[in-house]
């Protein structure tokens, strides 16, 4: 719908309009006249970069600030060298922070010699006051910062920080900074421009923000309360996407199970995957994250009828110490997530699971860990993401006491690591010799002989092909697997019917 509204045919002169989404139509109507006079002054085109630090749905508001961009009249580029940077960034953990401040001095340095070159950061650090303030204390050629919730105002905050850069007001202090952060929000203003980074497949937002706390974790407090989108806006969005040709979505949420609870006419998720499944055109359905303590049987069934659902499910454990589990306020403990496996395998049995582990929670002793490693091997994880615990500043964990030394961590992090390495790769072997789908997804990086692509349970296979062959569904023979990916050939000839998988 919103490919529809001509920029140019919008009064800049008049007042903006109070109403969303339609004030942002205006305000990137005045964006676009500045980029152009800017463009015709430098006599070449205006290039925009913008850099993911977080997580799926953190990438999702990425294609929604390059649509935003793109449509004001900047060139998306690769490196940062460019008019308009933004870093888009995650404070999941300490080190992500580290990351964004080590590429700000660098940026800082491309500045000198680009003065007019506009700096915005945005995401969920940004949430964090202890941030924005030493960005303004130290960081002051930033142009332009703002949050998670206000992030579908970002042509109105842009218009203001270009104003404020090309005027110079920017050069006399941060009272030419553009700073606006929102504590939190029940508004989800729908109908933007998005520019998705593939053609093919698309992530789609069906909620926001989460509830539950969990005692290690920021994102509650970064993202704010949890609000699901209408369903009805959502398939509406996915046909839009199929017309547009993707075959793969991705429903995104942090915890996915308990969507559409708080709806005026509530839903459940299984229902508006029955109802996605139905959109023709469309051909695999993924989605993260599913809360263990949220997952119904419902779900499972909708998934062990469906076509289109990927079998795959991605069911963070954390912990395998009911003990820790019950500090983290998991609301699971080690029997119930290992009979919730055993459910959904005896359901779905060629399901690939995958999960997250954190690892050195305060207080975890050595028989806690050994917990967590006797459920890796009893569930046998097709692929884990093990990570070091980090102390959130505001979380209740960062105020329990007994935080586990840090070289205690590490050799435990070393232990849990090489055995889920070892489970995967034999997991990953099982299906050497079979004929399965792949979506061919980009050309292989390493050699140009070959493309990329995954099977519906998630796993990467290499293939012989050419880039006219992205985004299409082909048959493929995996001749042999390496560790962690396949390397197959595509079956085009009469033998070639796929087996099921399972
Ligand atoms: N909503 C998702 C997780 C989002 S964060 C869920 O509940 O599954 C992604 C992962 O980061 C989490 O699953 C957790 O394993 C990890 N994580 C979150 N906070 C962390 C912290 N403080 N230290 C280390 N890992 C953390
Ligand atoms: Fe964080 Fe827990 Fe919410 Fe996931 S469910 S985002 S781990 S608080
Ligand atoms: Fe990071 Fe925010 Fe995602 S903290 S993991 S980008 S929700």
């Given at each position: 719908?919103?490919?529809?509204?001509?920029?140019?045919?919008?009064?800049?002169?008049?007042?903006?309009?109070?109403?969303?989404?339609?004030?942002?139509?205006?305000?990137?109507?005045?964006?676009?006249?500045?980029?152009?006079?800017?463009?015709?002054?430098?006599?070449?085109?205006?290039?925009?970069?913008?850099?993911?630090?977080?997580?799926?749905?953190?990438?999702?508001?990425?294609?929604?600030?390059?649509?935003?961009?793109?449509?004001?009249?900047?060139?998306?580029?690769?490196?940062?060298?460019?008019?308009?940077?933004?870093?888009?960034?995650?404070?999941?953990?300490?080190?992500?922070?580290?990351?964004?401040?080590?590429?700000?001095?660098?940026?800082?340095?491309?500045?000198?010699?680009?003065?007019?070159?506009?700096?915005?950061?945005?995401?969920?650090?940004?949430?964090?006051?202890?941030?924005?303030?030493?960005?303004?204390?130290?960081?002051?050629?930033?142009?332009?910062?703002?949050?998670?919730?206000?992030?579908?105002?970002?042509?109105?905050?842009?218009?203001?920080?270009?104003?404020?850069?090309?005027?110079?007001?920017?050069?006399?202090?941060?009272?030419?900074?553009?700073?606006?952060?929102?504590?939190?929000?029940?508004?989800?203003?729908?109908?933007?421009?998005?520019?998705?980074?593939?053609?093919?497949?698309?992530?789609?937002?069906?909620?926001?923000?989460?509830?539950?706390?969990?005692?290690?974790?920021?994102?509650?407090?970064?993202?704010?309360?949890?609000?699901?989108?209408?369903?009805?806006?959502?398939?509406?969005?996915?046909?839009?996407?199929?017309?547009?040709?993707?075959?793969?979505?991705?429903?995104?949420?942090?915890?996915?199970?308990?969507?559409?609870?708080?709806?005026?006419?509530?839903?459940?998720?299984?229902?508006?995957?029955?109802?996605?499944?139905?959109?023709?055109?469309?051909?695999?359905?993924?989605?993260?994250?599913?809360?263990?303590?949220?997952?119904?049987?419902?779900?499972?069934?909708?998934?062990?009828?469906?076509?289109?659902?990927?079998?795959?499910?991605?069911?963070?454990?954390?912990?395998?110490?009911?003990?820790?589990?019950?500090?983290?306020?998991?609301?699971?403990?080690?029997?119930?997530?290992?009979?919730?496996?055993?459910?959904?395998?005896?359901?779905?049995?060629?399901?690939?699971?995958?999960?997250?582990?954190?690892?050195?929670?305060?207080?975890?002793?050595?028989?806690?860990?050994?917990?967590?490693?006797?459920?890796?091997?009893?569930?046998?994880?097709?692929?884990?993401?093990?990570?070091?615990?980090?102390?959130?500043?505001?979380?209740?964990?960062?105020?329990?006491?007994?935080?586990?030394?840090?070289?205690?961590?590490?050799?435990?992090?070393?232990?849990?690591?090489?055995?889920?390495?070892?489970?995967?790769?034999?997991?990953?072997?099982?299906?050497?010799?079979?004929t399965?789908?792949?979506?061919?997804?980009?050309?292989?990086?390493?050699?140009?002989?070959?493309?990329?692509?995954?099977?519906?349970?998630?796993?990467?296979?290499?293939?012989?092909?050419?880039?006219?062959?992205?985004?299409?569904?082909?048959q493929?023979y995996?001749?042999?697997?390496?560790?962690?990916?396949?390397?197959?050939?595509p079956v085009t000839d009469g033998n070639g019917a796929?087996?099921?998988?399972?």
């Open positions: 719908m919103h490919q529809e509204i001509d920029l140019d045919k919008i009064d800049i002169h008049a007042e903006p309009p109070i109403e969303e989404p339609a004030r942002q139509y205006y305000f990137m109507a005045k964006c676009r006249q500045i980029v152009k006079a800017e463009r015709e002054r430098l006599g070449r085109p205006l290039y925009a970069c913008i850099q993911t630090f977080g997580c799926q749905m953190n990438a999702r508001d990425s294609e929604k600030l390059t649509g935003i961009l793109t449509r004001i009249g900047y060139v998306e580029c690769e490196t940062e060298d460019a008019d308009f940077v933004i870093y888009n960034t995650c404070t999941v953990r300490e080190n992500a922070n580290n990351k964004v401040y080590g590429r700000l001095g660098y940026l800082g340095t491309l500045k000198k010699k680009n003065p007019r070159m506009i700096i915005g950061l945005c995401g969920c650090m940004m949430q964090e006051q202890t941030a924005v303030d030493k960005l303004k204390e130290s960081y002051r050629f930033v142009n332009l910062i703002f949050g998670t919730h206000n992030i579908y105002k970002f042509a109105e905050l842009a218009a203001a920080a270009m104003e404020n850069s090309f005027s110079g007001q920017h050069h006399r202090g941060t009272d030419g900074m553009t700073i606006d952060i929102w504590k939190d929000t029940d508004k989800i203003v729908e109908d933007l421009p998005v520019e998705r980074k593939y053609a093919f497949k698309s992530g789609v937002n069906i909620m926001f923000g989460c509830n539950n706390f969990c005692s290690y974790c920021i994102v509650p407090y970064v993202r704010g309360r949890e609000r699901s989108r209408e369903p009805g806006e959502i398939i509406r969005e996915i046909r839009r996407l199929v017309a547009d040709g993707v075959v793969e979505v991705m429903l995104l949420g942090q915890n996915v199970n308990s969507y559409g609870k708080n709806l005026r006419e509530p839903v459940t998720f299984a229902q508006l995957l029955a109802e996605a499944e139905q959109i023709e055109g469309l051909e695999r359905i993924r989605f993260m994250t599913s809360h263990p303590k949220d997952l119904s049987d419902e779900l499972i069934a909708v998934m062990k009828k469906s076509q289109k659902i990927c079998r795959h499910l991605h069911l963070p454990l954390q912990s395998g110490s009911s003990r820790i589990l019950k500090k983290m306020n998991r609301c699971y403990d080690k029997e119930h997530y290992l009979a919730l496996v055993d459910k959904i395998r005896a359901a779905i049995p060629d399901i690939a699971l995958t999960t997250d582990i954190i690892v050195g929670f305060p207080g975890e002793t050595g028989e806690d860990f050994a917990e967590t490693l006797d459920v890796v091997r009893r569930v046998e994880y097709d692929s884990a993401f093990t990570f070091l615990y980090s102390k959130r500043t505001g979380t209740p964990a960062a105020a329990m006491e007994e935080q586990v030394p840090e070289l205690e961590v590490k050799a435990r992090f070393d232990r849990l690591l090489a055995e889920v390495q070892e489970i995967s790769a034999k997991k990953a072997r099982k299906l050497t010799g079979r399965l789908p792949v979506l061919i997804e980009e050309k292989n990086e390493q050699d140009a002989s070959l493309v990329t692509g995954r099977l519906d349970n998630n796993s990467v296979v290499h293939l012989p092909g050419t880039a006219d062959m992205i985004g299409q569904i082909c493929v995996l001749e042999e697997c390496r560790g962690f990916y396949y390397i197959g050939k796929s087996d099921k998988q399972g």
